[in-house]
């Protein structure tokens, strides 16, 4: 049965999402939902957040099938990815065909191969907003954790279009943040590079303390650059794990460049001969980077544009668009976006 | 010529301090000093910060010579290392015995070793307050910088115990901060556990994206974590690189280590057999960690006593204290101290 979900032409007053996980983001996105004026309607896997979760407006049901069969326009998975499998097997044969699938996960390859795998690939588009913070769960959760945050968008082949334009509208209209376009394996690299492998890192810095004979005397010393470097090592660590398992390779492939960076700086350090310029190399490589930070921090205003993309190849284009450095803050029209931009390369 | 400096007994109402370098450490502890009402006098290799160095009541001098003869009880060295040793050559010649030499730096070993070279070894205590940001300068520098700030107070064989009372009551009665007492060398290896090694992580980071195909696309992306653990290389990477080189063989094994410990996470994401029980282990290695931080964060009381130390083996004692967790609050005495503690191995 093939229905035409009309993304452009959604009223979005009407909006009605459905939020399977009151975690910390399936919370934050529910509260912003619910504040935005949104029918929302949530369930978790035990009950516990539902007085705190009704009292902010949001309307929990009993069972992840009755969230699956009330006909909500867009039903975001919320969970680890390692829950969303079994999920995926329950909500498959209640799902109407008018409701789109999304998921807020940090690693898109696998989730879209599950839901692949349980007949539901034509009716999904990926998305992942990028916010977060050391705690868990609905009691850490709020609607502010989202301002200001950009959403990844992802596609593959497949992706209908009119239901990616109904995210888009969701995303900057509904929820007032932006997003990119992404393909699933660019999306899982880039997540990889800012997010997944820096959390190895930080856990491996603190692990090193643990071990450290110096242990009590490093912590005490410890002050703004470590306690930001390792903040997300407090992270619950299940859920670190959970996410670099899920993100094999890229994240297996990150850890061993920055290893490799680590020992060319040790060797550097040890070569009394060679020091100087090779490491003013290195400490001096990121200036541009350096200087794109400090354009937003004096902030700088963004430049701004309109995208306009063919129905042949929308896909390609919002890539190149993110490449360019890119985000999207309004749909305009069926093939038209608003999108602001600032370089790293600048 | 033989003076004592009785630091036990110094009307610290009286007190008279010396700032040589007005950047963001020197700025701030001189700003602190004189909100204190410490007479405070400075200098800086140029003089653009005076004006405002003034409106902050500190009295700015013309030369290091005008510094180094004012007869201050103590003149901290406020400047990069590599300036200091011509700065030592310059003083030296001026400074009266009953003035103890003083510096922030972070790295300690070379610095005590100019100290000594210089001839000024016996009125030397070595001192760095942990505090710090990615600005630099006198415009950057404010007294809160050093708010609730733990210092280390070094020390090596020779080192005067009424000098080194005389730090440990300014630091505590007329900063208001905390202090640990560690030798040289257990101080540069903590210093770099914690410090030194994390910025050339960080700094490894940002060039891993700068590098990256997906440098604008990652850059969109990243979020809290990535900012947190980058915020350190946005500092001025020529100071960095100097701290580094400071502190060579210890921050090169500590990075060699961080290689090693990342190399052992890529062997297991590459290795489909091998997954679970060691990543488990990995990411739950450092939970005493995360159990102290959590205590810090649920505001748990510390722990307090006094701690009393010996004339023979004062500085052993005060190590053992630093190594159990322990930071002095206050002078109580001659050889008597008031500690708190918190345990990262509770």
């Given at each position: 049965?093939?229905?035409?979900?009309?993304?452009?032409?959604?009223?979005?007053?009407?909006?009605?999402?459905?939020?399977?996980?009151?975690?910390?983001?399936g919370?934050?996105l529910?509260?912003?939902?619910?504040q935005?004026?949104?029918?929302?309607?949530?369930?978790?896997?035990?009950?516990?957040?539902?007085?705190?979760?009704?009292?902010?407006g949001?309307?929990?049901?009993?069972?992840?099938?009755?969230l699956a069969?009330?006909g909500?326009?867009?039903?975001?998975?919320?969970t680890?990815?390692?829950?969303?499998?079994?999920?995926?097997?329950?909500?498959?044969?209640?799902i109407?065909?008018?409701?789109?699938?999304?998921?807020?996960?940090s690693?898109?390859?696998?989730?879209?191969?599950?839901?692949?795998?349980a007949?539901?690939?034509?009716?999904?588009?990926?998305?992942?907003?990028m916010?977060?913070?050391e705690?868990?769960g609905?009691?850490?959760?709020s609607?502010?954790?989202?301002?200001?945050?950009?959403?990844?968008?992802?596609?593959?082949?497949?992706?209908?279009?009119?239901?990616?334009?109904?995210?888009?509208?969701?995303?900057?209209?509904?929820?007032?943040?932006?997003?990119i376009?992404?393909?699933?394996?660019?999306h899982?690299?880039?997540?990889?590079?800012?997010?997944?492998?820096?959390?190895?890192?930080?856990?491996?810095?603190?692990?090193?303390?643990?071990?450290?004979?110096?242990?009590?005397?490093?912590?005490?010393l410890s002050?703004?650059?470590?306690r930001?470097?390792?903040r997300?090592?407090?992270?619950?660590?299940?859920?670190?794990?959970?996410?670099v398992?899920?993100?094999?390779?890229?994240?297996?492939?990150?850890?061993?460049?920055?290893?490799?960076?680590?020992?060319?700086?040790?060797?550097?350090?040890?070569?009394?001969?060679?020091?100087?310029?090779?490491?003013?190399?290195?400490?001096?490589?990121?200036?541009?980077?350096?200087?794109?930070?400090?354009?937003q921090?004096?902030?700088?205003?963004?430049?701004?544009?309109?995208?306009?993309?063919?129905?042949?190849?929308?896909?390609?284009e919002?890539?190149?668009?993110?490449?360019?450095?890119?985000?999207?803050?309004?749909?305009?029209?069926?093939?038209?976006?608003?999108?602001?931009?600032?370089?790293?390369d600048?």
């Amino acid at each position: 049965m093939e229905v035409i979900v009309d993304g452009l032409n959604k009223d979005l007053s009407t909006l009605s999402v459905g939020i399977a996980g009151l975690g910390l983001i399936g919370g934050s996105l529910a509260r912003r939902f619910a504040q935005a004026g949104v029918r929302t309607l949530a369930w978790n896997h035990h009950d516990t957040p539902y007085a705190d979760a009704r009292a902010a407006g949001i309307e929990c049901v009993d069972s992840l099938e009755d969230l699956a069969m009330s006909g909500v326009d867009v039903l975001f998975l919320c969970t680890p990815l390692r829950a969303m499998e079994d999920m995926l097997d329950v909500i498959a044969p209640h799902i109407p065909p008018a409701t789109t699938l999304s998921d807020v996960g940090s690693v898109k390859t696998r989730v879209h191969d599950a839901v692949v795998a349980a007949g539901l690939g034509r009716q999904y588009v990926g998305a992942h907003p990028m916010a977060g913070s050391e705690f868990s769960g609905f009691q850490s959760s709020s609607a502010a954790l989202l301002d200001s945050a950009l959403w990844a968008i992802t596609f593959d082949d497949t992706t209908d279009y009119l239901r990616y334009l109904l995210m888009a509208r969701i995303i900057t209209d509904t929820l007032g943040n932006t997003f990119i376009g992404l393909d699933n394996a660019t999306h899982d690299a880039a997540a990889a590079t800012i997010s997944h492998m820096p959390h190895v890192v930080a856990t491996a810095m603190v692990n090193l303390l643990q071990d450290s004979p110096e242990c009590n005397v490093a912590a005490a010393l410890s002050a703004g650059s470590w306690r930001d470097m390792t903040r997300v090592a407090l992270t619950d660590p299940d859920r670190t794990q959970a996410m670099v398992e899920e993100n094999p390779a890229n994240v297996a492939a990150l850890v061993r460049e920055m290893a490799q960076r680590l020992t060319d700086v040790a060797d550097l350090l040890d070569d009394p001969d060679n020091h100087g310029l090779e490491l003013t190399g290195f400490f001096r490589k990121a200036d541009p980077y350096r200087r794109f930070k400090q354009a937003q921090r004096d902030g700088r205003p963004m430049d701004s544009d309109e995208l306009t993309v063919t129905s042949r190849s929308w896909r390609h284009e919002l890539v190149e668009s993110a490449r360019r450095g890119e985000r999207i803050t309004r749909v305009r029209g069926i093939r038209a976006f608003d999108v602001q931009w600032q370089h790293v390369d600048d």
